[in-house]
């Protein structure tokens, strides 16, 4: 039996000491997963809970304004006496679809171009510079993309297009909104393009197959799910986007799609009746849970495409 | 005494069939991965339409030799190579000679099969629609000659479409060698083809290889002497990135000339 060094005692006789500290921590073993599943089951109540008030908020409010109406009206124009307001949801809805839009046209190419580059050209050590500095891209708070949006973006537009750019317009913050999403979807990618096995990349290559042949012709299509899943990703985060949109995308919601004039997004009214000063139980007040809704069946949907993209376009390596 | 050696070597580099034509010429070849002396001074002929065998333990650099015929072994990073490998009496690593021309000339198939996570069709006709072929009725040609020419058609003709990783070990292995046959290479480089396959897999690559040889100049590494003796015409011995015995396999396997070749066959070491 060893012996301690110190104070000659065997390692044994110790554990043997300890035997009531054991027992304690006996008492914490058979806690501890309690306490951790409470933690899990708050954060599943909360979700519930919220989706509860959205529900009886949303019902209220339909309750004054026909569904009907509220998906069939194309004018969004609750600030008004109650018999002239318009809730037509298709107004912000396309004002969202439209920043959405204008968002994934910038962010798709450039990030999937910097994924293919980080994947298939760079090499470990450029990787392991570049990638940080993506995450670092992709933590920068909203609010200051939404000021680079409104201050340098903006007008730099209004230079360059002919016949200027209203202050407040959907081509600015879409552009940001892009910007923003680029970094995630570049990493996403990146990791996707990542894991497909080498031993693919060989066999193209010992065809004859140029570099960029590889990537294009065998690595796009084996990291397919995991690519399109950051579309998806990519897609949900610009529906939900809010501060940007907020200050540079302005305050009409419209159906016109004209990328030079102000619109408004879901995200934008919320933020817009949030601040105001609508009293509680008015329809307006009722109006942002609906749009709430909405915006969350939105999203939901987003996230259940991109787990089903991700189950079904799987190729079986 | 390194010096030595090698010239003992140099005096036995010989083709083994002087009349027969090299489809590679290797002069003073060198390899360095880093610091590591992988190929040192290689010097021999690879002869046209013949089996290649290359034989020897684990690290001897017959895997770095075969990888540098086509190039593939410029993918690892830190590779220094000199001296010249000539292909058909074009040195391999001109500049002016594009890495892909060589390599649909030189085609390979792998140690593991690594087909790709498309169709069996599909699988085939990568190859030639890379190099431009689109025709849909000359590609279905192609994949029907290739399956054929590498002894799978009967077992896929009726799944085409199906994912090729649906397929058995030996199966998406005879497939990586009709994917290499789709582009009518001349030379196909095996690397130690039948090393992740069962006996009965192995048996039908090799037969599978006694056929090709008909039509394309072999070259295949392999760390089973026993297939080595079945199937090549000639054999090189590597150890420790030298060549020390290059002849014809009958004659290595039955009066290797030199000690350590004959320690390596029968099993004294490696």
Redesign the interface.
């Known amino acids: 039996m060893s012996k301690d060094p110190i104070n000659d005692k065997s390692i044994r006789s110790m554990i043997q000491e300890k035997k009531y500290a054991r027992s304690q921590s006996a008492v914490m073993e058979k806690l501890a997963p309690k306490i951790f599943l409470i933690c899990a089951v708050i954060s599943i109540f909360t979700t519930l809970g919220i989706i509860f008030t959205l529900l009886t908020e949303t019902f209220t409010f339909f309750n004054r304004v026909s569904i009907v109406e509220f998906l069939t009206n194309t004018r969004w124009f609750p600030f008004t006496s109650d018999k002239n307001a318009d809730y037509g949801i298709l107004a912000l809805v396309m004002g969202t679809l439209t920043i959405t839009a204008i968002a994934m046209v910038v962010a798709i190419p450039v990030g999937l171009a910097a994924a293919i580059y980080l994947s298939e050209y760079a090499s470990a050590k450029t990787r392991k510079f570049i990638k940080p500095i993506l995450e670092v891209l992709a933590g920068v708070p909203t609010i200051v993309y939404g000021f680079f949006a409104l201050t340098f973006v903006t007008p730099l537009l209004d230079k360059i297009i002919p016949g200027g750019i209203s202050t407040f317009n959907a081509l600015s913050p879409g552009i940001v909104v892009g910007i923003m999403i680029i970094p995630m979807i570049a990493s996403l990618s990146e990791d996707a393009m990542n894991a497909v096995p080498n031993s693919m990349r060989e066999a193209a290559l010992a065809l004859g197959a140029t570099r960029f042949e590889v990537a294009v012709t065998v690595v796009l299509p084996a990291a397919l799910s995991g690519v399109i899943a950051s579309f998806v990703l990519g897609i949900s985060r610009a529906i939900g986007e809010t501060m940007i949109v907020t200050i540079a995308g302005g305050s009409r919601p419209t159906t016109d799609i004209n990328v030079t004039e102000s619109i408004q997004t879901m995200t934008a009214y919320i933020v817009q009746v949030s601040q105001g000063d609508t009293g509680y139980g008015t329809t307006i007040y009722y109006s942002i849970y609906a749009v709430g809704m909405t915006l969350f069946l939105f999203t939901l949907m987003m996230n259940l495409l991109a787990q089903f993209i991700s189950r079904k376009f799987r190729e079986e390596y | 005494m390194e010096l030595t050696i090698n010239r003992q070597v140099v005096e036995k580099y010989q083709t083994p069939s002087e009349q027969l034509k090299p489809v590679f010429t290797v002069n003073h070849l060198n390899l360095w991965y880093g610091q590591d002396h992988a190929l040192k001074d290689l010097k021999f002929d690879i002869p046209e339409k013949q089996v290649t065998a290359i034989i020897g333990p684990s690290g001897c650099g017959k895997s770095t030799f075969i990888k540098t015929l ?1 190039r ?1 072994v410029e ?1 690892v ?1 830190g590779v220094r190579i000199s001296g010249e490998i000539k292909y058909r009496e074009k040195n391999i690593f001109d500049p002016k000679y594009r890495v ?5 000339l030189v ?2 198939v ?1 140690q ?1 099969p ?5 169709s069996i069709y599909e699988n085939i006709a ?2 030639p ?3 431009g072929i689109k025709n849909k009725k000359v590609l279905d040609q192609v994949v029907e000659k290739s399956l054929r020419g590498a002894a799978i058609w009967d077992e896929v003709k009726d799944r085409l479409n199906e ?1 090729a ?1 649906g397929l058995s070990g030996g199966q998406q292995q005879r497939l ?1 060698i009709a ?2 046959l789709a ?1 009518e290479p001349d030379v196909i480089l095996m690397d130690e083809p039948t090393s992740a396959l069962d006996p009965v897999s192995t048996l039908k690559v090799e037969e599978l290889i006694q056929e090709l040889k008909k039509e394309y100049s072999i070259v295949i590494v392999t760390h089973n002497m026993q297939q080595a003796a079945r199937i090549s015409d000639c054999t090189a011995f590597f150890l420790n990135g030298e060549v020390i015995e290059y002849t014809n396999t009958s004659k290595l396997f039955s009066h290797p000339s030199d000690k350590r070749t004959e320690d390596y066959i029968t099993g004294r070491f490696g």
């Open positions: 086509n593939m993918m990073q892909e021309e060589l390599r649909t085609g390979m792998f593991k690594n087909p790709f996570p498309k990568y190859g629609r890379i190099h994912n990783y990586c994917r290499c582009i």
